[in-house]
């Protein structure tokens, strides 16, 4: 049964600050989604990630994939408030479905 | 515009009356599915469906039923509501089960 983890499950940043959220999962997977859920509101999709070694990147949003290590990370440069937000992601294999993470719930502070 | 669409968005109902929360997708999306979303928990798969008449249990479903007798609907009924049901739910919608999801705005359903 494949499992995912995020690390940390809260986080509370500065502006202006780096921080990276961590995605680790269980099995082989062969795609890799990142979204974003603003308080009361549906997800929206961030990234895909479908190869190892494979970076993303949108505004101050960074993700990459290392699918020898089952881990996906998304960087956050220099945040602002309006990061603030919980960003799942969510992994799949060839022939399973989504798994989500518990989220990580990002708190930007001025 | 590409998107998933849920009735209603939000409904209080009492314990033991059927309700149904419809979703409805126009992206010829083979796979639907059902998922809630509760505190510290994350999004629990209820149900799934990967075509027309073709459905199957998540992680999560007792005390839910799904059909799909269209391409583009998949409703989620509550025979039977209880408390331990009041919880944000989704739909969602993708090409095919391992493709990226595209969820509904969300439906908060509270059980008294």
């Known amino acids: 049964e494949l499992k995912v983890e995020q690390n940390p499950l809260f986080l509370s940043m500065q502006e202006g600050k780096n921080y990276t959220i961590y995605c680790n999962y269980s099995?082989?997977?062969?795609?890799l989604y990142w979204y974003r859920q603003d308080p009361g509101k549906s997800l929206e999709s961030l990234f895909v990630?479908?190869?190892?070694?494979a970076v993303k990147q949108e505004g101050r949003l960074m993700a990459s994939l290392d699918t020898k290590a089952r881990l996906s990370t998304l960087h956050i440069t220099a945040a602002v408030h309006d990061l603030s937000a919980t960003y799942f992601c969510?992994?799949?294999?060839?022939?399973?479905?989504?798994?989500f993470g518990t989220g990580t719930r990002l708190q930007v502070t001025l | 515009e590409a998107q998933v669409t849920q009735n209603p968005r939000y409904l209080i109902t009492v314990t033991g009356k059927k309700l149904t929360v419809t979703c409805s997708q126009n992206?010829?999306?083979?796979?639907m599915s059902w998922y809630r979303q509760d505190p510290g928990l994350g999004l629990r798969q209820i149900y799934y469906?990967?075509?027309?008449?073709?459905?199957d249990k998540g992680d999560v479903p007792e005390g839910y039923k799904v059909s799909r007798k269209e391409k583009r609907n998949f409703p989620l009924i509550l025979e039977s509501p209880s408390p331990n049901q009041t919880s944000l739910y989704f739909c969602?919608?993708?090409?095919?089960?391992?493709?990226?999801?595209?969820f509904g705005q969300g439906t908060r359903l509270t059980v008294v």
């Open positions: 969602a919608s993708s090409l095919w089960m391992n493709t990226e999801a595209f």
């Open positions: 099995t082989t997977s062969d795609r």
């Open positions: 990630l479908l190869s190892n070694g």
């Open positions: 969510a992994v799949t294999g060839t022939a399973s479905k989504l798994t």
């Open positions: 992206m010829n999306h083979e796979y």
């Open positions: 469906s990967m075509n027309v008449e073709v459905t």
